[in-house]
C-alpha cells in the first residue's frame, strides 16, 4: 500500500515550494517525488478532514496563511506586514485554523471559509518577560494547538510559557493560564498523551530538555512532572530541539535533535508517563527540523533540512526503537514531513 507525504520546504535555494512522495509500507521504501504546487516557504502545512491544505506562505513579503484545496488548487491567502507563520493546526470543531508567528510573537485565528478559504478572526501578542538565552531577545511563538478539551495551546520559546486560550466560537481568544518553564527552556512543540489526556510532552528548543506535564483540564494549566535531556552526557557542541512526536499506543516519545543530527528515543512509564531514554540515533543528515511517524506507526521519515535529504526507519513496535531502512532521498530544503 502506497502513503503520500506532503512535505512543507524553504524556498531560500533549490525548493520550488510544496513536494509529494509516498512511501511504500510494504517495501519499505521512499519514492516518486513530485512537485505539487509552487510557494514561498511553507514551512509547516496540515490538512482538514474537508481535504483543503493549509500553510505558511509569504506573498509581496506578507506573511500569513495560505489555504489549498485537495488537487493543491490555491484558494486564497491572509497576509499581514512581517514575516510569514511558523506553524498551523486546524480546530475542525470551530471551524478555525490557528497560526504561530515566531518572528511576531503573534498568536493568529482564521475562521475557514465555505469554499474552504481563510479569513482573519483575532490575534494576540505576548508581552511577557523574555528568557535569559540569546535566542530569547523578544516573545516567539512555536506551536498553536489543541488540548484534548478543545483549549488552545501556544508554546512561546521567547517568554519561557505555555499558554492555555478558552476559543469562541466566533475565534476569540481569552488566556486561563500560564505555565511558565525554567528560564532559557525556549517552549518549541508539546504533544499529549492518546490515552492519558492528562499527561503532555514539552520540548524545550534552547535547552534540549523534554518535560513531562501534567494537565488540569479544570483549570487549563500544567504542572511539571519530569525533565530529561535529548542528548548524550558527553556532547559538548551547538544543539537545537526541534519536533517531537508520540507513537499511538502511547507508549514511546521521539524528539529530533539539530546539531547533535539525531533522533531520541524514550520509553514511557506505564504508571507515572515519565520517561527513560532508550536510544539515539543519527538522522543520516544535518539539522532534522521535523519528522513523522506513518499511520500504523511502522516507519519514521525525518526531514534533513541542509542536506535536503530524508531519512527512512523502520519501527520496532515492541521495542521503539529505529533502524535506518533508507538515507539520501533527496527533499529539497524539507522542514515538514506529513502524511497525507
Known sequence: MMEKIIL???????????????????????????????????????????????????????????????EFQFLNAVTESGAPLCYVAVDETRQLVYGANYHKGEVNVYRILENGGLEATDAVFHQEETGPHKNQDHAHVHYTDLTPDDRLVVCDLGTDRVYTYDVSKEGKLTVVAEFVAEPGTGPRHLVFHPTNQKIAYLFGELDSTVRVLQYDAAHGSFTEKQKISTLPEDFQGENGGAAIRISKDGNYVYASNRGHNSIAVFAVSPDEYTLENIQIISTEGDFPRDFALDPENNYLVCANQNTDNLTLYSRDAATGLLSVRQKDIYAPECVCVYFD
Open 8 to 70: 512543507g520546504t524553504y524556498t531560500r535555494r533549490v525548493s520550488e515550494g510544496i513536494y509529494t512522495i509516498n512511501l511504500d509500507n510494504e517495501k519499505g521504501e521512499l519514492t516518486g517525488l513530485e512537485l505539487a504546487t509552487k510557494e514561498n516557504s511553507p514551512t509547516y502545512l496540515t490538512k482538514s478532514k474537508a481535504g483543503n491544505l493549509y500553510t505558511v506562505t509569504s506573498i509581496d513579503g506578507l506573511g500569513g496563511a495560505g489555504a489549498y484545496d485537495h
